[in-house]
């Protein structure tokens, strides 16, 4: 599923080598919710940590990812981490890098509304239909 944030560059970090076959480029996105802004780490895998390049500390922009979540056993104990795996950057409303600066993928197909959500700035568009409650095994 893809989502939408908007807000402002707070931080751009360095391309990281992580294996061989794999590379990161992390950034922080500040994005305002109420009184207080949120700051939020996305990531950028692989080919796309060049996404970034055109843009700079301060640039309002709109970043389109996916939410990543794995599990991994570590002596004998399960752990799972979740990452906000960006895949499109674009210019926001306020400036940011010049026209087609941003990735120009083909967007995720998406339904025409987003999904309600207190927050303007965070859009979820809607999924597929999930499991009934006995399907599962959440406490919740």
Known sequence: ???DATGRLHEIFDEQQVSEKFRKREFVLEVQDG???EHIKFQLVQDKTA???SYKVGDEV???FNLRGRGFNKNGQMLYFTNLEAWKIEAGTGGGAPAGGG???Q???RAAAPAQNQNPNLRAAPAAPIA???DNDLPF
């Open 107 to 109: 967007a995720a197909p």
């Open 35 to 37: 009184q207080y802004p």
């Open 132 to 134: 009934g409650d006995d």
């Open 51 to 53: 996404l970034i390049d």
């Open 1 to 3: 599923m893809a989502y």
């Open 62 to 64: 709109k970043v389109t």
């Open 103 to 105: 990735y120009n993928q």
